[in-house]
């Protein structure tokens, strides 16, 4: 490792710290910690996949209660499911892996060193975050519309089959899987407003010109979150969306 | 207890000693250790005590032997503990089948007991000497927990599902039912007694209790006030299954499990009977969940036991 | 001597530099203030207790606020005392020093964890203020989710953000280790005290996570009344008892395992030997860190939890507890043939060990499962985890404060008062304790206020015990204060021991070392014949 015997002054003086940095240029984001700025870039990445860790132990309690409460209630689950409106749901699928798509090449751009591509995929990529919140929105407000809120109002008519005994078993279920459903997606959605506020404050930095090809920490890890946030729904969709397509009921 | 300064609660069950002499036998293994490495600690420490400023240790790094030897020893030890505590847990989880079922339910911030025969009682418990007593528990509120320190048991009651425990009480006496799970403002103080008498005692309290119906019969009304007879009928034209001789028989559900129709089965079939399905029926029974006490509950499950072929009970 | 002093406590000056430090040590200085506080607090409503219990009946509280103080002590004594104080304030200052860096990897989020820790302090005041929660620090439900009608909500806001604030330390902590040693200083190198802290850390991360998202799925379903763990509305209370203690347990050895490695340090130091089995002392964290996240069951032994997962959970319970027995015996070989100087932080280990031993073994007793029929949520258990957080953890903590008190503020403190009150706190915790054992086998419930009188005895004992501890822990207070302001000043290396820290000024300059260390010996490399100590 080079630059390993620079002596300082115990002191942080301005012309100590001056004459310190004569020695030896660093890079201007290099933190006055790191020896280097690939050690710099190292301790960030793995900071991040550390962070990330956590946030799959977050979402990993509540996959543990739909586990649960799937086997405890396997009718209710399949039959409120049905009440998922799929194409949002797909759509919102696609548009959220097409934003990894420019969140990639917003990082490529980084590091091949174009400011036009990084602001032009990070704009798409916010754009595609807000479609995805847009159309949560969306669902959102039919489940209000039609009672499927959990709490005191909710009612679960529309899954009860017409005609027949009213198989009253189903609210428990069905309300522990709406409240799962929102609490799940709900704290998804939480994680992609931060991811796009994290994104919004990336635009600022590309438009300042503040990447280089020998600089793009932030950038890189902010893109680990937005694929990690990606991958959460890409298990969300099919748990709570896709039940019940492979059973008739 | 006479003594001032007690050591042991009473022994008045059938497992009280065999828990007494774990305890001692795990007491006897930890002293063993804990005076070992305490002395070689203090003796160490006065006898390499540091003469002069200058002065290190000597530069002892490791042995494996020795680490070998006091990871498998301890290993060894503990997995002794380990099986003898496995066994007796398992004895105390399987109540013997000619147990006499008592019914406790607990409730912030007291125990309403009702025995087989109809008497109630609340917060003590009256039980005859050497006969097996089962303990079905079930919870109106939060979680609570019945323990009786002399009999050494002690289970949680939990709400949404029965849980058991039994006992054999080998001592005349009164004993302490202590709530052994925190429930709120009262429960420092949700306490109980038990009463262990003779059996010929036991008799004459139970004839001169009040008895508001056994626990059959009152479930007997239940099942046919609450239209479970509409459709469990005693052959098998109903919508529902018969429940003749169900309890304790291994049921066939719709995804082709089969299960053993013990109470906890019995009460989800009551409270949410999509959960288990028989095959050959459909999931039309409605949900009892908010409908029935806890009692009622017990009541009618104790009913459904008694449902034996033999009999031919007319439902 | 008065040199001009340069440390990191000198320079640069004012209040709004200390806020808004980025320096590792200064941030340790800030958590220690921080979590004195909360000690002392939590302290008064533990004197609340043992005051309460003197007498058979109920006499002092009514029911609702005793419910209240234990909970409250509960609380604070985990969530704000006990998790943070080794891994916040000795591990932020050591850390970096002990890998031979200027900061830990992330000196910024480092003082955000202070000040989320802080948030989180302020919510639980307020929550305090409001009346205090009474659900017990493990939130039980139903009874947290639907019947108590205290501040559970914003108490679990407390928390989460508390907890996140311990990710943050972790996390800080991983990525250090991994990323920033200086040149030579391999793994096994490393203090064992890094070794603890890195395995605590793995637990932080993975552990913490989870009771978050547990404890927030309760304060929704209490403020939005779905149906998740209320069985009324189809939801499973034993379900909480599953998620909470996912994360409860590990949190024991985010508790102890830094206690540990602290005993480490101070063992060899002050027998001036290496650790006898440095390389099983060093697995021995790591598998206590990854088997504790295997054996959560064994608080649910008697919850419904099924005969066979019990067994499954009783088992890997044993197990676990190997790797603790591993650590004694290798910290008693050390002594073996070392140089052991009389100083305090000895009178720290000693009792440490001692007291570690106790709780340890008694945990034993509470694995098995039959046993833990007769004993599960009786003073059984609480006597268990006190000796091992506060004969174990609490007592670490202080020979840890002592041992690298000259470092951390250049000052010495009064020995011998220190070694009355490491006397005062050892015997006043044994009293305050021991009984407590014997009183679980008797039966007494935890969270009774009013018992038989046949305890009384006992509850006596036990509560004249508080008082010398009590005692104990505010005269250590006092000296160590005092200290401060008029205590000699240290040498860099006043117990002539190994290690990074030592090498550089008590306290040392910002950036920690004048000159970047590159090392070249393994860990704890006493020379005989003396000639390679220097003292002072």
């Not at chain 1, 996959?63 to 405890?72: E, I, N, Q, S």
């Not at chain 2, 009551?270 to 999931?283: D, F, T, W």
């Not at chain 3, 000895?346 to 833990?372: C, E, P, R």
């Not at chain 3, 007592?395 to 009355?420: C, D, I």
Request: proline fraction near 5%.
């Amino acid at each position: 490792m080079a630059d390993v015997r620079q002596t300082r002054a115990g002191a942080v003086s301005p012309v100590a710290h001056a004459s310190a940095h004569a020695e030896h240029a660093h890079h201007p984001r290099q933190q006055h910690h790191f020896y280097s700025m690939e050690q710099q870039l190292e301790a960030s990445i793995l900071g991040m996949w550390i962070f990330l860790v956590t946030e799959i132990m977050f979402f990993g309690g509540l996959f543990m209660a739909y586990l649960v409460y799937r086997h405890m209630y396997p009718l209710a689950w399949t039959e409120s499911s049905h009440e998922l409106n799929v194409i949002l749901g797909g759509t919102n699928t696609a548009v959220l892996i097409c934003s990894s798509l420019t969140m990639v090449l917003a990082v490529r751009s980084a590091q091949i060193g174009s400011r036009k591509g990084q602001i032009v995929n990070l704009i798409l990529t916010i754009m595609l975050g807000s479609t995805f919140l847009v159309i949560k929105y969306f669902e959102y407000k039919a489940k209000f519309e039609h009672g499927l809120v959990p709490g005191p109002h909710f009612d679960p008519h529309e899954l009860l089959p017409n005609g027949s005994l009213v198989p009253l078993a189903l609210p428990q279920g069905s309300q522990i899987f709406f409240s799962l459903y929102f609490i799940m997606t709900g704290i998804h959605a939480l994680h992609m407003v931060v991811g796009i506020g994290l994104m919004l404050v990336m635009l600022v930095f590309a438009w300042q010109g503040r990447f280089t090809p020998d600089y793009y920490n932030p950038i890189e890890v902010s893109g680990l979150y937005w694929h990690f946030v990606d991958i959460v729904w890409i298990f969300l969709f099919p748990l709570l969306y896709l039940l019940g397509y492979h059973f008739g009921v | 207890m006479s003594s001032s300064f007690p050591l042991f609660p009473p022994s008045a069950s059938s497992v009280s000693t065999e828990m007494d002499l774990l305890y001692l036998f795990i007491i006897a293994v930890c002293a063993f250790f804990t005076i070992l490495v305490v002395a070689l600690v203090v003796y160490f420490t006065l006898k390499y005590k540091r003469q002069h400023d200058t002065d290190v240790g000597e530069p002892i790094h490791g042995s494996i032997a020795l680490e070998l030897t006091w990871t498998i020893i301890p290993l060894i030890l503990s997995l002794v503990m380990f099986g003898w505590g496995a066994s007796l847990f398992y004895r105390l989880s399987r109540p013997p089948a000619d147990a006499m079922d008592v019914m406790v339910v607990g409730k912030q911030w007291m125990w309403k007991i009702q025995h087989p025969e109809g008497v109630r009682e609340i917060n003590e418990l009256h039980v005859p000497l050497g006969r097996n007593v089962r303990i079905t528990l079930g919870s109106e509120d939060v979680i609570h927990d019945f323990a009786i320190p002399a009999f050494r048991v002690k289970m949680d009651a939990v709400p949404g599902k029965f849980t058991t425990l039994w006992f054999n009480a080998t001592e005349l006496g009164t004993f302490h039912i202590y709530c052994q799970q925190y429930c709120g403002t009262r429960h420092s103080g949700m306490m109980g007694a038990v009463v262990v008498m003779t059996p010929q005692d036991y008799e004459a309290w139970l004839a001169g209790g009040r008895s508001t119906g056994t626990a059959v019969q009152n479930g007997e009304r239940l099942f046919a006030d609450l239209s479970c007879i509409t459709c469990h009928k005693a052959d098998s034209t109903g919508r529902g299954p018969t429940l003749i001789g169900v309890y304790n028989s291994r049921v066939t559900l719709a995804d082709g499990r089969t299960v053993v129709a013990d109470e906890n089965y019995l009460r989800e079939s009551i409270m949410n009977s999509q959960a288990k399905v028989v095959q050959g029926y459909q999931p039309i029974m409605p949900v009892f969940q908010t409908q029935i006490s806890e009692e009622n509950l017990m009541q009618l499950v104790a009913y459904i036991k008694s449902l034996k072929p033999a009999e031919k009970k007319q439902p | 001597m008065t040199q001009e002093r340069h440390s990191y406590l000198d320079e640069p000056y004012g209040l709004k530099a200390w806020l808004l430090t980025r320096d590792h040590k200064r941030i340790a200085m800030l958590y220690l203030v921080s979590i004195t506080f909360f000690f002392m607090l939590g302290g008064l409503f533990a004197a609340g207790i043992r005051l309460e219990l003197l007498t058979p009946k109920g006499d002092i509280w009514t029911a609702d606020t005793y419910n209240k103080l234990f909970s409250m002590h509960g609380v604070i004594m985990v969530f704000f005392f006990l998790v943070p104080s080794i891994p916040a304030t000795l591990g932020n200052f050591l850390m970096p020093i002990m890998c031979g860096a200027k900061d830990l990897a992330f000196p910024r989020i480092n003082l955000l964890s202070w000040y989320l820790y802080v948030i989180g302090g302020i919510i639980a005041l307020v929550v305090l203020a409001m009346g205090g929660i009474d659900t017990g620090w493990t939130f039980y439900t139903p009874y947290s989710s639907l019947s108590s009608n205290t501040n559970v909500t914003l108490a679990i806001v407390g928390v989460f953000v508390a907890g996140f604030s311990s990710i943050l330390t972790g996390f800080n902590f991983i990525v250090t280790v991994h990323r920033m040693r200086a040149p030579g200083l391999t793994w096994f190198r490393l203090p064992l005290f890094v070794w603890a802290q890195y395995a605590t850390s793995l637990v932080m991360i993975l552990g913490t996570p989870v009771v978050a998202i547990t404890l927030t799925l309760v304060a929704v379903e209490r403020s939005l009344h779905l149906g998740i763990f209320d069985p009324k509305l189809g939801g499973d209370p034993v379900l909480f008892q599953h998620l909470f203690w996912f994360y409860s347990h590990p949190a024991v050895y985010i508790m102890i395992l830094p206690g540990m490695g602290v005993v480490s340090e101070l063992v060899a130091a002050m027998a001036r030997k290496a650790i006898f089995g440095y390389g099983f002392v060093a697995a021995s964290s790591l598998a206590i860190a990854i088997l504790g996240f295997l054996v959560w069951g064994h608080h649910l032994f008697v919850s419904s939890q099924s005969v066979y997962a019990g067994m499954v959970f009783s088992i890997i319970t044993m197990l676990v507890a190997v790797p603790s027995a591993v650590k004694t015996f290798n910290w008693a070989a050390t002594l073996y043939k070392g140089s052991i100087s009389w100083e305090s932080p000895t009178f720290y280990i000693v009792g440490f060990m001692g007291l570690f031993l106790i709780g340890g073994l008694t945990g034993l007793f509470l694995a098995t499962m039959g046993l833990d029929i007769a004993l599960h949520d009786t003073y059984f258990v609480v006597a268990h985890f006190h000796y091992i957080m506060v004969g174990g953890a609490i007592m670490a903590f202080l020979g840890g404060l002592h041992f690298w008190w000259p470092k951390m503020t250049g000052r010495m403190y009064n020995e011998a008062l220190a070694k009355t009150s490491a006397v005062l706190v050892f015997v006043g915790f044994n009293f305050t304790f021991f009984p407590q054992f014997i009183l679980g086998y008797l039966g007494m419930p935890r969270r009774y206020y009013s018992y038989p009188d046949e305890l009384q005895v006992w509850n006596v004992l036990s509560s004249a015990g508080a008082s010398v501890l009590g005692l104990g822990y505010t005269l250590t207070f006092c000296y160590l204060v005092y200290s401060l302001f008029k205590g000699e000043l240290a040498p860099a290396n006043p117990w002539g021991a190994k290690g990074l820290e030592w090498t550089t000024s008590s306290p040392p300059p910002t950036f920690n070392f004048d000159t970047d260390p590159i090392v070249t010996e393994p860990a704890y490399d006493y020379k005989p014949h003396g000639t390679e100590v220097t003292v002072g």
